[in-house]
Nanobody, 118 residues
Framework: QVQLVESGGGLVQAGGSLRLSCTAS????????MGWYRQAPGKQRELVAT??????????NYADSVKGRFTISRDSAKKTVYLQMNSLKPEDTAVYYC?????????WGQGTQVTVSS
């Protein structure tokens, strides 16, 4: 089992930036795919960004709605995945969840709230 702890959410004005962090309890990045998802009130959870494992090349994938504004990255030494969010819009308001898929097992963080005011 992997515990994931997110941080970095908060309230920001439209056009601003935030960086979310997700720290894993184990060193899994060599073989784990990591991702960020979000869920707005009354909506289904949706993919924001993913990054494949180090051994798989670390390719990234983004939802069309965040391409060019958000960047996913990781620091293996710190066991931390980041989501840099720039040019934030009110529609980015949601609870953001960190996800890992490691040897077929899915784990989720508790979520961190991001609120973008207009």
């Amino acid at each position: 089992q992997v515990q994931l702890v997110e941080s970095g959410g908060g309230l920001v004005q439209a056009g601003g930036s935030l960086r979310l962090s997700c720290t894993a309890s184990r060193s899994i990045f060599s073989t784990a795919a990591m991702g960020w998802y979000r869920q707005a009130p009354g909506k289904q959870r949706e993919l924001v960004a993913t990054i494949t494992s180090v051994n798989s090349g670390g390719s990234t994938n983004y939802a069309d709605s965040v391409k060019g504004r958000f960047t996913i990255s990781r620091d293996s030494a710190k066991k931390t995945v980041y989501l840099q969010m720039n040019s934030l819009k009110p529609e980015d308001t949601a609870v953001y969840y960190c996800h890992s898929r490691w040897y077929g097992r899915d784990d989720w963080g508790q979520g961190t709230q991001v609120t973008v005011s207009s």
